[in-house]
C-alpha cells in the first residue's frame, strides 16, 4: 500500500556534496520514524540517519557534522543532506518508513536505493 522511491544519487568528487530524496506514495496514513540506511559492497546494511514524526533526529558517528535528515510531511518526503563526502560514503543508500495503517497496525517499508560513488 506504501511505496517508497528514492533520488538523488550519483557520482561526486570527494568534498563535495549530494542531496538524496525520499518520496513516499500509496494508501498513507500516517508514518512516523523515517531512515536513510546505507550499503557498500561487501558490508553489511548500516543505518546512518533517522528522523521522527517529532522531527527529533539521530545520526551515525561516522556522518555526524556532515550529514543532515530532514522531512516534509506535505509532500510525504524524506531527506539526506550529504556534505563533505568522503570515499568511505560510497554506498547504495536505501529509504526506510515506518507506517501507520488506519486501524491500527505498524508496518515497515524499504525503497529500493540510490547509488552514491564519492571519487577522490
Known amino acids: 500500500q506504501v511505496q517508497l522511491v528514492e533520488s538523488g544519487g550519483g557520482l561526486v568528487q570527494a568534498g563535495g556534496s549530494l542531496r538524496l530524496s525520499c518520496a513516499a506514495s500509496?494508501?498513507?496514513?500516517?508514518?512516523?520514524?523515517m531512515r536513510w540506511y546505507r550499503q557498500a559492497p561487501g558490508k553489511q546494511r548500516e543505518l546512518v540517519a533517522t528522523?521522527?514524526?517529532?522531527?527529533?533526529?539521530n545520526y551515525a558517528d561516522s556522518v555526524k557534522g556532515r550529514f543532515t535528515i530532514s522531512r516534509d510531511n506535505a509532500k510525504n518526503t524524506v531527506y539526506l543532506q550529504m556534505n563533505s563526502l568522503k570515499r568511505e560514503d560510497t554506498a547504495v543508500y536505501y529509504c526506510?518508513?515506518?507506517?501507520?495503517?488506519?486501524?491500527?497496525?505498524?508496518?515497515?517499508?524499504w525503497g529500493q536505493g540510490t547509488q552514491v560513488t564519492v571519487s577522490s
Open positions: 526506510n518508513a515506518d507506517h501507520v495503517r488506519d486501524g491500527g497496525g505498524l508496518y515497515n517499508y
Open positions: 500509496g494508501s498513507i496514513f500516517r508514518i512516523n520514524t
Open positions: 528522523i521522527t514524526s517529532g522531527l527529533s533526529t
